[in-house]
C-alpha cells in the first residue's frame, strides 16, 4: 500500500519554542492531508485538513495561530506547534488519501507512524 | 452529528477465543465505515471497511458488517491469536475523507 511518513518520530522540547513536523507521502501525490492529534488512553481527534497550495481548514476549538499547517507541495505538509506548553504534549499523526473513485468517503486512508511530542 | 461509539477495553482473551467488539454509531447521510487496527509502536493501519449498507468488510481474519438497522459495525475474529493483540478503532468517514474514531479497543490475547 500507499506510504506516509513522519518526522521526528519522537521530539522533546522546552515550554515556550516551536516544533514542525513532517508529514510526507512517499509513494503517492496527496492533494489533502489530515492532522489528528491523540491523547493517552483516548481516541484520535481531527485537528485540521490541509490542502495543497491553500491554506488549512481547522475544527472547531483548534487554535490555528497554535497549530500552523502548511502544504507546500503535493507530498509534504508541516504541522508547527507554535510556543509549546505541557498541555500540548501528544501524539500527532497524519494521514493523506489516495482517491478511489468520484466518492471522495471512499477513498483509503494511509496514516503516518505518528510523533510524539513532549513538552517541558 | 456524527459520533462513533466502541465497546470500553481492555479486552482480555485467550488464544483461539472468539473475538467481538462492538462499535455504533450516528450519522447524517451514508457514511463509509472502518476498522483500523494500532500495533504497539506502530501507527494506524487499516484492517477493512464496508462503504453501505449490508457491505461485509473482511481481513486477516477479521470481519465486520455494516448494519444501517441497528448502525452498527462490529468487529469480529472466529480465532484470536498472540499477535493480534492491538487497539482497535471503529471510524467512519464524512465530508470528503475526514475520519470520527471510537474511542479504541485495547485487546490483549494471552498464550
Known amino acids: 500500500g500507499a506510504v506516509v511518513s513522519q518526522h521526528p518520530s519522537w521530539v522533546i522540547c522546552k515550554s515556550g519554542t516551536s516544533v514542525k513536523i513532517e508529514c510526507r507521502s512517499l509513494?503517492?501525490?496527496?492533494?489533502?492531508m489530515f492532522w489528528y492529534r491523540q491523547f493517552p488512553k483516548q481516541s484520535l481527534m481531527l485537528m485540521a485538513t490541509?490542502?495543497?497550495?491553500?491554506?488549512?481548514?481547522?475544527e472547531q476549538g483548534v487554535e490555528k495561530d497554535k497549530f500552523l499547517i502548511n502544504h507546500a507541495s503535493l507530498t509534504l505538509s508541516t504541522l508547527t506547534v507554535t510556543s509549546a506548553h505541557p498541555e500540548d504534549s501528544s501524539f500527532y499523526i497524519c494521514?493523506?488519501?489516495?482517491?478511489?473513485?468520484?466518492?471522495?468517503?471512499?477513498?483509503?486512508?494511509?496514516f503516518g507512524e505518528g510523533s510524539r511530542l513532549t513538552v517541558l | 452529528g456524527n459520533s462513533v461509539t466502541q465497546m470500553e477495553g481492555p479486552v482480555t482473551l485467550s488464544e483461539e477465543a472468539f473475538l467481538t467488539i462492538n462499535c455504533t454509531y450516528t450519522?447524517?447521510?451514508?457514511?463509509?465505515l472502518f476498522w483500523y487496527v494500532q500495533y504497539p509502536g506502530e501507527g494506524l493501519q487499516l484492517l477493512l471497511k464496508?462503504?453501505?449498507?449490508?457491505d461485509k468488510g473482511s481481513n486477516k481474519g477479521f470481519e465486520a458488517t455494516y448494519r444501517k438497522e441497528t448502525t452498527s459495525f462490529h468487529l469480529e475474529k472466529g480465532s484470536v491469536q498472540v499477535s493480534d493483540s492491538a487497539v482497535y478503532f471503529c471510524?467512519?468517514?464524512?465530508?470528503?475523507?475526514?475520519?470520527?474514531f471510537g474511542q479504541g479497543t485495547e485487546l490483549s490475547v494471552k498464550p
Open positions: 509513494d503517492f501525490q496527496a492533494t489533502t
Open positions: 464496508a462503504t453501505k449498507a449490508d
Open positions: 490541509s490542502n495543497e497550495g491553500s491554506k488549512a481548514t481547522y
Open positions: 471510524a467512519l468517514s464524512y465530508q470528503g475523507g475526514k475520519l470520527i
Open positions: 494521514s493523506a488519501r489516495v482517491f478511489s473513485g468520484i466518492d471522495l468517503n471512499t477513498g483509503e486512508l494511509f
Open positions: 450519522a447524517t447521510g451514508y457514511p463509509s
